[in-house]
Nanobody, 126 residues
């Protein structure tokens, strides 16, 4: 069982930066691929970024590539999402997800992650 708690959300002006954190409980963090998804009001949840268990393989939604950076610190059981040059369309609730045995091909699919955090709100104003 993995419990995830996100933090770091808030309100920022367009062009600003935020760093989201997701800390996991339990002893199995290092065995889990981690990902961030987001959901804008009235829309479906969408993939943002993922990182594999080694930390070496990452993936990003096209619209955040080059602006967002995902990383993990297994010693702290924490995954981060550094967000820069934020745009209005990045405003959403951001969810952290964890999953074991997530393949490279399945990392963008939320159904492959078994554990989810409660979400943290990101607001971007013009």
């Amino acid at each position: 069982q993995v419990q995830l708690v996100e933090s770091g959300g808030g309100s920022v002006h367009a062009g600003g930066s935020l760093r989201l954190s997701c800390t996991a409980s339990g002893r199995t963090f290092s065995r889990n691929a981690m990902a961030w998804f987001r959901q804008f009001l009235g829309k479906e949840r969408e993939f943002v970024s993922s990182i594999d268990t080694s930390g070496a393989i990452t993936a990003y939604k096209d619209s955040v590539q080059g602006r967002f950076t995902i990383s993990r610190d297994d010693a702290k059981s924490t995954v981060y999402l550094q967000m820069r040059s934020l745009k209005w369309e990045d405003a959403a609730i951001y969810f952290c997800a964890a999953g074991e045995h997530v393949s490279q091909w399945g990392r963008r699919n939320g159904e492959n992650y078994g554990f989810w955090g409660q979400g943290t709100q990101v607001t971007v104003s013009s």
